[in-house]
């Protein structure tokens, strides 16, 4: 370790730091990765739909305290100037007033309660969605993070297959030019590899074009060579249905959100039956009035205080209280279904993603003992076009199958991952 032990040698000392650590990041094995959780938060950070969500969750807090404003007093002044065309024996032809009122609300049946508590639930709902799109956004940033690893695994193939055929051509020129073999042997060689050339340039362009799908999941610009890709160096274990059944019903957002809604429906039907009650409110009251446009400038004025108690009930009113109190338990009812509804389909979809886990499983161990028995088998073809006993033709189909083999083994390792990432997403676990 480098020690700085006095203050005369100390810009000298961190010159020295600032070089050793430049010199181990530029060592072999010590590059700058970037991961796939860094991703996501990446995306999450700059993603303008997730600040959408976010000023839903502040309006909430905003209706939140908008309903709470009912516990507090109305204070309101006001001032009214009148003209008449001539003196009555109550008012002079020119006079005004002011009033200053304080009013507050005492009792209206639960209702204000009711209206913060349910304010404070939607507000809760909302939150919950914000989690949810979070949670969209990591499962979309992991789908593309994941084909980039399958694209460029089909590059790799695809650059192998082409000098694995570029390689047969120049041995095939060889014993082309010393008679061992026909010049059309040769021909079907060098036009498999023009086709293989075609197919690496494709891969080229899809690995691009991935690497453009998550520069727009993240919102960011993105460095393929960065890209680490450890995720997927172990297939990961997954268990049975009732485990992520369980986990699901109580972590998914959308299910907390639904939830969430249905308990403001309730306080709703609450608020909907105050209008039964009846509502009582107490006011104070100072009005100053004179024969002046200006109060108190004039000859004469008046001075009046006031408290007033006022309680109020509504009779009949065409049925409006019946029908809103109907209307909001169907509120109740439609939130219920909804969420019947939500979790009759997550578990249905979770179902059939356990389904595809389990057969890419089974294709990705079938596609691994494909790809040593094709290696074993162009090895084979070889030796023996070289000894003359196989044909070109041969050798193209076994470099075809090696590149079939090895095809296969990326898309069932992509399907399992994905089939994967689609299980921590409907446990809501990224």
């Known amino acids: 370790m480098v020690q700085c032990r006095n203050i005369k040698n100390s810009r000298l000392c961190d010159f ?3 070089f050793m650590v430049i010199f181990i990041l530029m060592l072999p094995g010590t590059a700058r990765s970037e991961s796939l959780k860094a991703l996501q938060d990446k995306a999450v950070a700059n993603r303008k739909v997730v600040e959408k969500y976010r000023m839903d969750v502040r309006k909430g807090e905003m209706d939140e305290v908008i309903a709470r404003s009912a516990f ?17 024996t109550s008012e002079k032809q020119e006079n005004s007033a002011v009033r200053g009122a304080v009013t507050c609300n005492i009792f209206s049946g639960f209702k204000d309660e009711y209206n913060v508590t349910a304010a404070g639930l939607l507000k809760k709902a909302k939150e919950y969605e914000l989690e949810s799109i979070i949670q969209d956004i990591r499962y979309a940033v992991a789908l593309r993070y994941l084909d980039i690893f399958g694209k460029k695994s089909s590059l790799k ?9 570029q390689k047969r051509h120049e041995d095939s020129k060889n014993m082309y030019s010393v008679g061992l073999i026909k010049k059309n042997d040769l021909l079907k060689i060098k036009v498999q590899m023009d086709d293989a050339d075609q197919r690496l340039k494709k891969a080229e362009a899809e690995f691009k074009k991935s690497v453009n799908r998550i520069e727009r999941e993240t919102d960011a610009d993105v460095d393929a060579e960065e890209l680490s890709f450890n995720e997927f160096d172990e297939i990961p274990g997954v268990k049975d249905f009732d485990f992520y059944e369980s986990r699901m019903f109580e972590k998914r957002n959308e299910i907390k959100a639904i939830e969430t809604v249905l308990q403001s429906k309730k306080f709703g039907v609450k608020i909907a039956d105050s ?19 200006a109060v108190g400038a004039g000859g004469d004025s008046d001075d009046e205080i ?14 409006k209280k019946d029908s809103s109190v109907a209307k909001a338990n169907l509120e109740v009812e439609t939130a219920g279904r909804d969420l019947y509804e939500l979790k009759k389909t997550l578990s249905t979809g979770l179902k059939n993603v356990l389904l595809d886990y389990e057969v ?17 088998n162009l090895r084979i073809t070889d030796i023996s076009f070289k000894e003359g006993v196989e044909t070109a033709a041969d050798v193209l189909d076994a470099i075809y199958y090696l590149a079939r083999a090895r095809y296969n083994f990326i898309n069932a390792k ?3 991952f994905t089939d994967y990432y689609g299980l921590v997403r409907m446990t809501d676990d990224f």
């Open 16 to 18: 020295v730091i600032k």
């Open 72 to 88: 507090l007093p109305s204070v309101d002044a006001s001032y009214t100037a009148n003209r008449l065309d001539e003196d009555s």
């Open 157 to 165: 193939v695809a650059e192998d297959e082409y000098r694995l055929l």
């Open 275 to 293: 209008a039964y009650y009846p509502s009582v409110d107490i006011a104070g009251s100072y009005r100053k009035s004179g024969d002046n446009y």
């Open 306 to 319: 006031r408290v007033q108690l006022n309680a109020k009930i509504n009779l009949f009113d065409g049925y």
């Open 360 to 376: 890419s499983l089974k294709n990705l161990k079938v596609a691994e003992s494909s790809i040593s028995q094709a290696e074993e």
């Open 414 to 416: 992509n399907e399992l």
